[in-house]
């Protein structure tokens, strides 16, 4: 099984500030690799799919990179909304679709 | 707007079985599939299984023995079973829609706690 490593566990930032997260597979998923925001009691949104593309309706403040086994989640400028969990998804083959453990943005 | 909602018993003891259900608000199920994922305290999100309109399914091969996903395309709902549920088994479940023709995922429901305990 394909084992999505995210770092860190928890990242203490400032709003304005620039936000980098990691997530890190154990093989390649070539760009098959997904994000989502999720905030405690609300459903988990999609951010970035594809490694790169952002979704419907998502600020341009937030952005994906990477291919193969490294991939970042970066906010440009942390806004106050911004503050909650950040779960990268691999999709690229099946049996089944695993997801990291989760990166905590807090102030 | 699409919205999707998920209810059942919150509370279950060893050896039963929980059920829940996921009612599609806003557009007819028929076009897309759709999953439950769950999230144990503590530990990462989990792949459960999916279903399609006409009943189509696969599961996760570890817990691919206790379930089963079932379709009420009259009611526009999809249903969770998880037979001979343990403790390792609390967790808060999501339903959740992939995207069209990928296999990610691009609306989620709320999530339902269930709890296992004696």
């Known amino acids: 099984e394909i084992v999505m490593t995210q770092s860190p566990a928890t990242l203490s930032v400032s709003p304005g500030e620039r936000a980098t997260l990691s997530c890190r597979a154990s093989q390649s998923v070539s760009t098959a690799l997904a994000w989502y925001q999720h905030k405690p009691g609300q459903a988990p949104r999609l951010l970035i799919y594809d490694a790169s593309t952002r979704a419907t309706g998502i600020p341009v403040r937030f952005s994906g990179s990477g291919s193969g086994t490294q991939f970042f989640l970066t906010i440009s400028s942390l806004q106050s909304e911004d503050f909650a969990i950040y779960y990268c998804q691999r999709y690229n083959t099946w049996p089944s679709w695993t997801f990291g453990q989760g990166t905590k943005v807090e102030i | 707007q699409v919205q999707l909602q998920e209810w059942g018993a919150g509370l279950l003891k060893p050896s039963e079985t929980l059920s829940l259900t996921c009612a599609v608000y806003g557009e007819s199920l028929s076009g897309s599939y759709w999953s439950w994922i769950r999230q144990p305290p503590g530990k990462r999100l989990e792949w459960i299984g999916e279903?399609?309109?006409?009943?189509?399914?696969n599961y996760n091969p570890s817990l691919k023995s206790r379930v089963t996903i079932s379709v009420d395309t009259s009611t526009n709902q999809f249903s969770l079973k998880l037979t001979s549920v343990t403790a390792a088994d609390t967790a808060v479940y999501y339903c959740a829609r992939y995207a069209s023709g990928k296999w990610f995922f691009d609306l989620w429901g709320r999530g339902t706690l269930v709890t296992v305990a004696s």
């Open positions: 279903i399609n309109h006409s009943g189509n399914t």
